[in-house]
């Protein structure tokens, strides 16, 4: 009984994970689209991004606070993006293009280990998709690490890495989405 409570009170949500999904697979396919795009603009663009998304999951951890003893979680994951993308757009052109890469490329590593999460809370009503949103968000931390590891050898092909890994974490928020508006429809 208290498991469908929570259950109730999360899944009435489910359009914030879409949204965030949504502005994340846009970002990648944007960034996949434009490699004429220059850096400091694709930052600038993400830095709006990540600052959208942070706003989107604060309002989800709040308003999962009652149902959701693990809210805190994505409320400090919403602070943080909200703070990296007010800090990138106060940075100066030639700043942002340094930092860019490692920015992204970190938020996108902590975005995902907090996406496991997500997917093993609600890893009991769909065993098999949570397998295909697990290997989307390794993905996403592989690409991630290769960003980070690698951004002189990137060069002129960053923007494909970093769409790639945005597009990853894009799908697997979309995905979340719907797991749990399925389970709002069975709770309902």
């Known amino acids: 009984m208290l498991r469908n409570s929570f259950l109730a009170g999360i899944t009435k949500y489910w359009w914030l994970p879409l949204i965030t999904g949504l502005v994340c697979l846009g970002l990648g396919v944007w960034s996949i689209c434009s490699p004429s795009q220059s850096l400091p603009v694709l930052a600038t663009v993400f830095a ?43 940075m100066s052109t030639q700043q942002l293009t340094l930092t860019f890469l490692y920015i992204v490329g970190i938020w996108l590593i902590f975005a995902a280990f907090n996406g496991i999460g997500q997917m093993f809370a609600i890893s009991v009503y769909n065993p098999l998709a949570t397998v295909i949103a697990c290997l989307l968000l390794v993905a996403t931390i592989f690409f991630s690490f290769w960003i980070i590891v690698n951004p002189v050898a990137l060069g002129i092909t960053a923007w494909m890495w970093i769409g790639i890994a945005l597009c990853c974490y894009g799908v697997f928020r979309i995905s979340v989405s719907f797991k749990i508006k399925s389970l709002h429809n069975r709770l309902s």
């Open 48 to 90: 709006i991004g990540i600052l959208i998304v942070g706003i989107f999951d604060f309002v989800w951890g709040i308003a999962s606070s009652k149902h959701n003893p693990g809210w805190g979680w994505d409320l400090c994951l919403g602070v943080i993006d909200i703070i990296v993308g007010i800090w990138m757009l106060t």
